[in-house]
């Protein structure tokens, strides 16, 4: 079947890229500056201060593969 859409004034399109991590138990979270540091209790500190150091932007794919790079190694 093929629809028609007539785009009206209101109508708004844009393309998002979102990461997520998979947990142990099988969860999907959006990995975003709050949650990365949350998902490894006692590490807060630690994950906070390497996405400092290194400026880490979620809105850009080479800065997040650099986060899962590191969290990865935890």
Same mark, same amino acid.
């Given at each position: 079947?093929?629809?028609?859409?007539?785009?009206?004034?209101?109508? @708004?399109?844009?393309?998002?890229? /979102?990461?997520? &991590?998979? #947990?142990?138990?099988?969860?999907?979270?959006?990995?975003?500056? =709050?949650?990365?540091? @949350?998902?490894?209790?006692?590490? /807060?500190?630690? &994950?906070? #201060?390497?996405?400092?150091?290194?400026?880490?932007?979620?809105? =850009?794919?080479?800065?997040?593969?650099?986060?899962?790079?590191?969290?990865?190694?935890?």
């Amino acid at each position: 079947n093929m629809y028609t859409i007539n785009p009206d004034a209101d109508m @708004e399109f844009r393309r998002e890229l /979102e990461f997520f &991590i998979l #947990k142990d138990d099988g969860e999907l979270v959006p990995l975003r500056k =709050k949650t990365a540091p @949350e998902l490894y209790p006692g590490r /807060e500190a630690e &994950i906070q #201060k390497f996405m400092k150091s290194n400026k880490t932007n979620f809105e =850009k794919r080479e800065s997040i593969i650099e986060l899962a790079g590191f969290l990865s190694g935890l």
